[in-house]
Nanobody, 127 residues
Framework: QVQLVQSGGGLIQTGGSLRLSCASS????????MGWFRQAPGKEREFVAR????????YYADSVKGRFTISRDNAKNTVYLQMNTTKPEDTAIYYC????????????????????WGQGTQVTVSS
């Protein structure tokens, strides 16, 4: 049984930093892709960042580029999202996602591209 278990999250002030973690069990995704999405109240789930393939190619939404960093530790089957210089508009429930096979260069930006999901974790950035 595949599980993605998230940790991290919480309340931070504008400009602060936070790191989210997502540990997978049941299978590895080192040759596939893992991503982070977020969903604010009343809005659709949106892409934040993803990492793909054996060489860990990364891709970011414009709204977080230069502030957030996605990375993974294959030995721990864990993917991270380091959030820096946070803004109130970053407030949302954050979800990690995993895909068995890798993606095209600019692919895997939609929720439907992923096979498994974490439970979600709330991030609130206060102004």
């Amino acid at each position: 049984q595949v599980q993605l278990v998230q940790s991290g999250g919480g309340l931070i002030q504008t400009g602060g930093s936070l790191r989210l973690s997502c540990a997978s069990s049941g299978r590895t995704f080192s040759s596939g892709a893992m991503g982070w999405f977020r969903q604010a109240p009343g809005k659709e789930r949106e892409f934040v960042a993803r990492i793909r393939g054996n060489r860990d190619y990364t891709y970011y939404a414009d709204s977080v580029k230069g502030r957030f960093t996605i990375s993974r530790d294959n030995a721990k089957n864990t993917v991270y999202l380091q959030m820096n210089t946070t803004k109130p508009e970053d407030t949302a429930i954050y979800y990690c996602a995993a895909r068995v096979v890798s993606c095209a260069t600019f692919g895997c930006l939609l929720p439907g591209d992923y096979d498994y999901w974490g439970q979600g974790t709330q991030v609130t950035v206060s102004s």
